[in-house]
Each structure stands twice: as C-alpha cells, then as structure tokens.
C-alpha cells in the first residue's frame, strides 16, 4: 500500500513539473486532526474558519474531512460540536 502511495505522489509531482494541475492525496496526520477539531467546536461549520485554524488543508479538503467526521460522529451517537 505505502508503495502505491509513494507511486502516485511521485507521479503527481512530476505532472505537476510538467504544468498539470493534479491534486496529491495526504493523509491527515493527528496533529491536523486535532487543530480541525477544535476549531469545529469553536467555530462549527464555518470551514473557511476551520480550514484557516487547521492551516496545512485547503478548504476542500476541510469541508471533505469535516463531512466524513461529522458523519462518523452521528454513526457512533457521540455528541456533534
């Protein structure tokens, strides 16, 4: 898995050499994580906020992980900030 991983970051860095715009998939990592959820719970779904609190995510990728999150919250019946 870690080598498919490497594989396409390798390859979306050298489209992106070439002028292509191609998005890089990153995991989030926990200190991320826990940045993007203290500022939901500060700031709620205002993911320009959000987004500007996490710092190292677009606001694509904050609103996409804020919908997964939150999503996962209700599943487990745990309180959604």
Do not use: N, S
């Not at 993911?47 to 209700?74: D, I, M, N």
Request: with cysteine.
């Amino acid at each position: 898995m870690a080598f498919v991983q490497r594989a396409a970051k390798v390859a979306a860095e050298a489209a992106l050499q070439e002028g292509a715009k191609v998005a890089v998939r990153e995991e989030w990592t926990r200190e991320e994580h826990a940045r993007f959820v203290a500022a939901v719970e500060f700031h709620g779904k205002d993911w320009k906020l959000v987004a500007k609190c996490v710092g190292t995510k677009t606001l694509k990728q904050t609103q996409h992980h804020g919908r997964y999150f939150l999503r996962k919250l209700k599943r487990e019946g745990k309180a959604i900030p």
